[in-house]
């Protein structure tokens, strides 16, 4: 019999995720899988689990949560030399990665979509030791971005981000940032790095519109040293999905990227508090098989 292991997130959703477990059961049972399930307490718990699903050769994978749970599932496929598939129910504030591949943000539709036969593989980044699946940003920015209240996020959603970001901006001092990629390298002083690995970055699915979870490719912003009326009108570049054309941005991509700083500079991996520079980024191309809706 097929196994599938449910990593499930008690705490997300507005404390909702547990009212969904009956019905996956049932999706699941129908598909032929026998279920397992394990919710999280404490940080890590995710990955541990995720890597027990790996050892003992598990077919499915679903996470249930928010990108913060993603994030801890996903880094339990680090090196293992099997990976079962993955299938997401979100029910985070922003669910970039669910945006990305077309996943009902609705939790009801997303378990449905586990009933799909199509599997998309898609690329992972690696920063340092640790995967991730969206975006790493550096910056006084960053560390913000990780404090950002549940009750704001609630209230604003992606907007709340947007809006403790502008404020950032404009009030913290920039950082003298050293960034190597491929065969080229950036100087100079920043208020803030961003690299993405798909087109939705805080909910934002216009920031790199043209990116794709199969490229092959880390999509990097360099966001130079901004005055208040510059940092507006980056800001409504972002909304319109044109930022890599303003002209106080610096936009490339790369398969291998290298950021330091000779100052302290925090980063945020896919919304949660990241290690200090210096990083190591890396593309691990088509790494994941993920469950997609039959059509997009």
Not at 70 to 90: A, F
């Amino acid at each position: 019999m097929k196994q599938a292991m449910i990593i499930i997130n008690p705490s997300s959703g507005k404390e909702e995720a547990l009212n969904y477990i009956k019905s996956i059961h049932q999706i699941l049972g129908e598909q032929g899988y026998e279920v397992t399930v394990n919710e999280t307490k404490k940080e890590g718990d995710a990955t541990r689990y995720c890597i027990t699903a790996c050892e003992q050769r598990y077919d499915l994978v679903v996470s249930i949560g928010g990108d913060g749970t993603l994030h801890e599932t996903i880094n339990g496929l680090i090196d293992q030399d099997y990976r079962p598939k993955l299938g997401i129910v979100p029910l985070g504030t922003v669910n970039d990665f669910a945006r990305a591949l077309h996943i009902p943000l609705d939790p009801n539709e997303a378990i449905r979509t586990l009933t799909s036969n199509r599997v998309k593989k898609v690329d992972t980044g690696c920063v340092n030791d640790r995967l991730f699946l969206n975006v790493i940003a550096a910056g006084s920015i960053a560390e913000t971005l990780s404090t950002v209240s549940s009750e704001d996020k609630s209230k604003f959603g992606a907007f709340a981000y947007l809006k403790e970001g502008i404020k950032e901006l404009m009030n913290n001092p920039v950082h003298p940032l050293s960034i190597q990629y491929d065969d080229k390298t950036w100087e100079g002083e920043s208020r803030l790095f961003l690299a993405a690995l798909t087109n939705s970055v805080g909910g934002f699915e216009k920031l790199v519109p043209h990116a794709a979870v199969d490229d092959g490719l880390i999509h990097c912003f360099i966001i130079k040293n901004l005055n208040i009326f510059s940092t507006l009108s980056a800001s409504m570049s972002l909304l319109l999905g044109s930022l890599k054309d303003h002209n106080d941005v610096v936009y490339f991509t790369a398969k291998q990227v290298h950021v330091s700083s000779s100052e302290t500079v925090r980063t945020n991996v896919d919304g949660e508090e990241g290690p200090v520079l210096p990083i190591e980024l890396n593309i691990i191309p088509r790494h994941i098989e993920v469950i997609v809706p039959e059509e997009q």
